[in-house]
């Protein structure tokens, strides 16, 4: 079974530019999380969503950060514009139906701002 | 307080060693534990879920306190390759959205 794909892997941009990252889950999950995970701390929740609908987005800074998932399955986060605090691991997750909610993770988008 | 605390570490032990890391949460209504792995410039992967009658895989066992709210993780006959930061992970109130804990580093030496 193919894991969660994030694309890029990397990305060095400027402050004040923008940037967007892309995720697909694993077949079938429904829920879709991005994550922030800054060196030294433990992953926090940007935005979950559930299908194409937000369930939770109480943490993401929207007047700079933007995230959807128009039909359902893969979903895009964007940064516009980005600031130096922004550097950091953007990690897309998935999570089935079945189970206690077990969330698989993406490699992660590594983001530098200069 | 934190939602989710854990002791940063590091754990340095040998080979072979037991240890057990400890993590504690807030919200008394959380439902679903975990315990992730993480490799230096990888992602999480989850090495267990944790269950309230306790669970073991292997050489990790997994315990659930809800009266004193934390987790705990028994990692036994410590190898080289269990170096890596591990994470708690606790359901927040929105439902299945994690929140972590900033891990624990354990590194096994010969």
């Known amino acids: 079974e193919a894991g969660v794909a994030q694309s890029p892997r990397y990305k060095i941009i400027e402050k004040r530019q923008s940037v967007a990252f892309w995720c697909n889950p694993i077949?079938?999950?429904?829920?879709l999380y991005w994550y922030q995970q800054i060196l030294g701390q433990g992953p926090k929740l940007l935005i979950q969503?559930?299908?194409?609908?937000?369930?939770?987005d109480s943490q993401l800074p929207k007047d700079r950060f933007s995230a959807e998932r128009l039909k359902g399955v893969d979903s895009t986060l964007k940064i516009q514009p980005a600031k130096l605090e922004d550097s950091a691991v953007y990690l897309c997750?998935?999570?089935?139906?079945?189970?206690?909610?077990?969330?698989?993770f993406g490699p992660g988008t590594r983001l530098t701002v200069l | 307080r934190k939602e989710v605390e854990q002791d940063p570490g590091p754990f340095n032990v040998p080979e072979g060693a037991t240890v057990a890391f400890n993590c504690t949460y807030s919200?008394?209504?959380?439902?679903?534990f975990f315990w992730y792995r993480q490799d230096c410039r990888k992602e999480p992967k989850l090495l267990m879920s944790?269950?309230?009658s306790g669970n073991e895989d292997g050489r990790f066992t997994a315990q659930l306190n809800r009266a004193s709210q934390y987790i705990s993780l028994l990692i036994r006959d410590s190898k080289l390759s269990d170096s890596a930061t591990y994470l708690c992970?606790?359901?927040?109130?929105?439902?299945?959205?994690?929140?972590f804990g900033k891990g624990t580093s354990l590194l096994v030496t010969p």
């Open positions: 997750a998935s999570s089935g139906t079945s189970g206690k909610g077990e969330q698989f």
């Open positions: 077949s079938g999950h429904a829920t």
């Open positions: 969503f559930q299908n194409n609908g937000v369930v939770d």
């Open positions: 919200n008394s209504a959380s439902q679903s």
């Open positions: 944790v269950y309230s």
């Open positions: 992970a606790v359901n927040s109130n929105s439902g299945y959205a994690l929140n």
